[in-house]
Nanobody
Framework: QVQLSESGGGLVQPGGSLKLSCVTS????????LAWYRQSPGKERERVAS????????IYKDSVKGRFTISRLDFDNTISLQMNSLRPEDTATYYC??????????WGQGTQVTVSS
């Protein structure tokens, strides 16, 4: 089992920045990929950014490239998402996710990000 816990959401004005953090615990050696997802009301959950647990290679959704940065901190099993130049359309509940080698997905409880003036 893997447990994930997000923090760092909040209200920010357009053009502002926020940093989300996700603390992971449990059987992490089964995890292949760590990622940030988001979901807005009435929309499907979408992957924003991912990073290989071993490789450290990041992949980004086109709409966040150059604005968001996913990072992995091995020493405390934390991943973060630095979000800059935020836009109203970035408003969503953001989830930390982990995918295991057998295809099992694990999720955190989510943290709300609201971009509004």
């Amino acid at each position: 089992q893997v447990q994930l816990s997000e923090s760092g959401g909040g209200l920010v004005q357009p053009g502002g920045s926020l940093k989300l953090s996700c603390v992971t615990s449990g059987t992490l050696n089964t995890i292949v990929t760590l990622a940030w997802y988001r979901q807005s009301p009435g929309k499907e959950r979408e992957r924003v950014a991912s990073i290989g647990r071993i490789s450290g290679v990041p992949i980004y959704k086109d709409s966040v490239k150059g604005r968001f940065t996913i990072s992995r901190l091995d020493f405390d099993n934390t991943i973060s998402l630095q979000m800059n130049s935020l836009r109203p359309e970035d408003t969503a509940t953001y989830y930390c996710g982990a995918r295991a080698l057998d295809g099992t997905d694990y999720w955190g409880q989510g943290t709300q990000v609201t971009v509004s003036s």
